[in-house]
């Protein structure tokens, strides 16, 4: 078995992440923790979108903004400790660290994308998928 079979075992885009209780979370409900987990720590715009049969490396992708690079930071470095402290999921993989300006994490099924506010402006990457399906989501948190 390849390294990166050993490191989605049991995970990962066809299978899902177990959660600490055992539950699977997959795709979807996993799509929906990282957004909770970006607004508890201020993220703007958050955006989850599902890109199955679009994309064959995930079934949702989540972007989401900070306003500084530290903000950006810390919407990353809390989404990773609230996926593994509270679910038992770590990313597969993170790019984009400490710069701030664009990360980038593979979750398996999901897919984040934590931007400054001004590079996710550039780069508009919500238009790869201008017709793909949103996920509604309670984001009261988004106008406070």
């Known amino acids: 078995m390849s390294k990166k079979a050993k490191k989605?075992?049991?995970g990962g885009k066809k299978g899902g992440k177990r959660k600490a209780d055992g539950a699977l979370l997959e795709g979807r409900d996993?799509?929906?923790v990282i957004a909770g987990a970006?607004?508890?720590k201020k993220a703007l715009n958050v955006e989850i979108i599902d890109v199955r049969g679009k994309v064959d490396y995930a079934d949702f992708v989540v972007v989401m903004s900070g306003r500084s690079d530290r903000q950006v930071n810390a919407i990353a470095q809390g989404i990773e400790a609230e996926l593994k402290q509270e679910h038992g999921i770590m990313a597969l993989g993170v790019e984009g660290l400490p710069q701030g300006t664009w990360v980038l994490m593979d979750f398996g099924d999901a897919v984040v994308?934590?931007?400054?506010q001004d590079?996710?402006?550039y780069y508009d990457l919500e238009s790869l998928w201008i017709d793909a399906a949103r996920v509604s989501f309670d984001d009261e948190q988004q106008s406070a």
């Open 8 to 10: 989605t075992e049991g």
């Open 38 to 40: 970006g607004l508890d």
């Open 119 to 121: 590079t996710r402006g």
């Open 113 to 116: 994308h934590v931007f400054h």
């Open 30 to 32: 996993l799509a929906l």
